[in-house]
């Protein structure tokens, strides 16, 4: 079964650093893309960027390059999300998904399974 | 950027009752379009992908059709497990965007 195990929910000041991971199990994890989604409280679903862990290929949504960092570990198959400074305004669930095609393209891919989710409150 | 504006923002029904949610597309996308369910407090399923191909597993009272900038989501005989929030998606240029949902809500 294709799996995607996120992280736990995080409390963190503003200013603080933090890394999420997003574990993938039952695929080959280097040959499909893992997207990250954010989704602030009560709102819709953004795309903040896509990585392929073959070469860590990577792509970020324009509004949030330089924001967050997408890594990937293909030996743990594990990808990150990572903050060097959070903001209140980084309060939100993320999610990470899974490209549905075991293709190099990520435009005309579709993304499931999805993973749990995780919830990073970011407060004084 | 693509622009996906979904119509309506939320929609009342009953169970066995025919929904349909549009979405439209800011320019064209092809068939470059996904659509998701999204329960509360849960992860985002899809359901359709590139418009009109269901995922494998979703039941079949789910399809979508369109192409181009227009676009629908229909659900026929609308079951208590269906009522969520529905976002369309397109992924056919970058940065890939989300429409803004509609809730499908008892009535």
């Known amino acids: 079964e294709v799996q995607l195990v996120q992280s736990g929910a995080e409390v963190k000041s503003p200013g603080e650093s933090l890394r999420m991971s997003c574990m993938g199990s039952g695929y080959t994890f280097r040959n499909y893309w893992i997207a990250w989604v954010r989704q602030m409280p009560g709102k819709g679903l953004e795309w903040i960027g896509f990585i392929y862990p073959d070469d860590s290929d990577i792509r970020y949504n324009p509004s949030f390059e330089g924001q967050v960092t997408i890594s990937a570990d293909r030996s743990i198959t594990t990808a990150y999300l990572q903050w060097r400074s959070l903001k209140a305004s980084d309060t939100a669930m993320y999610y990470c998904?899974?490209?549905?095609?075991?293709?190099?393209?990520?435009?005309?891919?579709?993304?499931?399974?999805w993973g749990q989710g995780t919830l990073v409150t970011v407060s004084s | 950027d693509i622009q996906m504006t979904q119509s309506p923002s939320s929609v009342s029904a009953s169970v066995g009752d025919r929904v349909a949610i549009t979405c439209r597309a800011s320019q064209g996308i092809s068939n470059s379009l996904a659509w998701f369910q999204q329960k509360p407090g849960k992860a985002p399923k899809l359901l359709i992908f590139a418009a009109s191909s269901l995922q494998s597993g979703v039941p079949s009272r789910f399809s979508g059709s369109g192409s181009g900038t227009d676009f629908t989501l229909t659900i026929n005989s609308l079951q208590p497990e269906d009522f969520a929030t529905y976002y369309c998606q397109q992924a056919n240029s970058f940065p890939l965007t989300f429409g803004g949902g509609t809730k499908v809500e008892i009535k």
């Open positions: 998904a899974r490209g549905k095609f075991s293709s190099r393209l990520v435009l005309n891919n579709y993304f499931d399974p």
